[in-house]
């Protein structure tokens, strides 16, 4: 390919990461804004889940700018250090956001405490709310909480970041091996990233009860199973053409493993507790095990949804 074609990918990527990251720059500047004038931001101007989507959006855009220079400077190591970068960037963007932000409630709360409180409850809920034993808020605040933040964050930057390399590298070396891989890839990708948008607007309709309607159920289940899909892909998009082994078995162990590390996350911040999504032994956790039989179908869903996609894609990969 021409190198014409591979400045104008770049900068059509630039223009995509800055297009997709526009309400999470938005919300940045607004908050911004309100510290500057009133040094908090009021509670009924508070835009949702300003972390850690616009630190995710800083952090793409810092990684699709770089694009150019990683691939310079490495053909093999180019996403690594485009993920690397990224991810301090979004690490760094989000710790000031968390100390720096104060929102004005009853009392100046710290933003990462608040936004504790929003995993939990929709700001529009937060005064009228009778709260439960299980609270999320029962043993006050801990960082812990942030696990699941942090995790979708990192899967969000890691995989889009892939695309976005992955395809740059195609267009400026002309190798195509990895094409199918990526194209599952920005699905993927796309998907997750359309479903945390859904749940930045939602929370996925819940109330603040344990249980949660049936299409909180679904969505919960779906957006779970997704985590894990999207970074199975992430791996096998690595491991096309080898053993199976690796390209079969490490995606779908991953898979699982990331699904299973964001059900840790919930189960921290609801204090030992997740979610139900209904009542009987389908529902209930095993035993001492927190994890009910549909959590447990959740993560195998993630695996073996990840295990079919790459049984698919290495149809002349080695035994």
């Known amino acids: 390919m021409s190198n014409t074609n591979y400045k104008k990918y770049c900068w059509y990527s630039l223009a995509v990461a800055v297009a997709v990251s526009i309400y999470p720059l938005y919300m940045g500047i607004s908050v911004i804004t309100k510290m500057v004038q009133n040094g908090a931001v009021p509670i009924e101007e508070y835009p949702k889940y300003i972390i850690p989507y616009t630190p995710i959006a800083i952090a793409l855009i810092v990684g699709v ?26 690490f760094l963007a989000e710790r000031i956001m968390e100390t720096k932000v104060l929102v004005q409630t009853q009392e100046l709360i710290p933003l990462e405490s608040w936004q504790m409180s929003l995993c939990y409850i929709p700001p529009e809920q937060f005064e009228t709310r009778t709260w439960e034993a299980v609270d999320v808020l029962l043993g006050g605040y801990s960082p812990a909480f942030k696990i699941h933040f942090y995790l979708i964050s990192v899967v969000i930057i890691v995989s889009l970041l892939n695309c976005f390399y992955g395809i740059a590298k195609m267009i400026r070396t002309g190798d195509h091996s990895r094409k199918k891989a990526l194209v599952v890839q920005t699905i993927t990708s796309a ?5 945390c948008i859904w749940a930045c607007f939602t929370a996925f309709y819940r109330t603040g009860e344990i249980t949660v309607s ?4 679904v969505l919960m289940a779906v957006f779970f199973a997704l985590l894990g899909i999207t970074m199975g892909v992430y791996t096998g998009s690595f491991t096309m053409g080898k053993r199976k082994l690796l ?32 009542s009987g032994f389908l529902f209930e956790g095993l035993g001492k095990l927190v994890l009910a039989p549909i959590d447990i179908l959740v993560i195998l869903a993630s695996g073996g949804i990840s295990l079919l996609i790459y049984r698919l894609l290495n149809k002349d990969g080695k035994i």
Do not use: H, W
């Open 65 to 90: 700018l770089l694009i150019p220079l990683f691939q310079r400077l490495s053909r093999k190591l180019d996403l690594l250090f485009g993920s690397i970068t990224s991810i301090a960037v979004f």
């Open 247 to 278: 390209s079969l078995a490490l995606p779908t162990a991953i898979a699982a493993i990331v699904t299973i590390a964001m059900y840790i996350g919930e189960m921290i911040l609801l204090s030992g507790n997740l979610y139900r999504f209904g």
């Open 214 to 217: 049936p299409l909180s159920a």
């Open 191 to 195: 998907a997750f990233l359309g479903m």
